[in-house]
């Protein structure tokens, strides 16, 4: 049994250009969460999908930011034009929510330095 | 609003001792799930524990214990006998409504030294 995956798991890039980022979660799990953490913080929730749904997004995701899941199966998320305020480390959570309780179970994270 | 404290920034113990994390959340919903995470310096999340707003009976699992008291809104983490492997950053997290609300909120973390 897999745990979640992130690729690639560090990324440097210059400021302007656009990165994306991808997630797979565990195989049985529904929901699909993104978080962005900085130096010293806890992480910071973006947006999360139920199935192939985007069901929340957080005033943190700028409109440079974009989030996708096809088919409910892995997620990407594209940073457009990026500043160097977007270093960071961004991590991927899955869980199975059945409409209660749920655990999500983090991947490895990926951590973007822009230039 | 919802918030999670963790006061403490950096924590240094030598091997074997015991040690206490302490995490005080804020929230106006009754049902609610807390957690507790670590990072260790790889950077992947450890799931350690979830535990429900309605169940404030103390758990054990080895040389972890946590211990939930609703009336001072506040879940905190004992290690005992501490070891150099339970160095990290824990992180406490709520989650509102049952835990089906999606995100969960993070404290900033205390990041734990132990040293042999």
């Known amino acids: 049994d897999t745990g979640v995956s992130q690729d690639p798991r560090h990324k440097i890039t210059k400021r302007g250009q656009n990165v994306t980022f991808r997630c797979d979660p565990i195989?049985?799990?529904?929901?699909l969460y993104w978080y962005r953490q900085t130096l010293g913080q806890g992480p910071e929730f973006l947006t999360y999908f139920q199935n192939e749904a985007q069901l929340e997004k957080s005033r943190l995701l700028s409109d440079r930011f974009s989030a996708e899941r096809p088919k409910g199966s892995f997620s990407t998320l594209e940073i457009q034009r990026t500043e160097q305020g977007d270093s960071a480390m961004y991590l991927c959570?899955?869980?199975?929510?059945?409409?209660?309780?749920?655990?999500?179970?983090f991947g490895p994270g990926t951590r973007l330095l822009v230039l | 609003a919802q918030k999670v404290t963790q006061a403490q920034t950096e924590i240094s113990v030598v091997e074997k001792e015991d040690v206490t994390l302490d995490c005080v959340y804020e929230?106006?919903?009754?049902?609610?799930?807390l957690f507790w995470y670590k990072q260790p310096p790889s950077g992947e999340l450890v799931f350690l524990i979830r535990?429900?707003?309605?169940?404030?009976q103390n758990e054990i699992s080895g040389r972890y214990s946590w211990n939930f008291q609703k009336s001072t809104s506040s879940f905190n983490f004992t290690i005992t006998a501490s070891q150099v492997v339970d160095s990290a950053v824990y992180f406490c997290?709520?989650?509102?409504?049952?835990?089906?609300?999606?995100?969960?909120?993070f404290g900033k973390g205390t990041k734990l030294s132990v040293k042999p």
């Open positions: 535990r429900n707003s309605f169940d404030e």
């Open positions: 997290a709520l989650s509102e409504d049952g835990g089906s609300q999606g995100n969960l909120i």
């Open positions: 929230t106006r919903d009754t049902t609610y799930y």
């Open positions: 959570a899955s869980s199975f929510s059945g409409g209660g309780w749920e655990t999500q179970y």
């Open positions: 195989s049985e799990h529904n929901r």
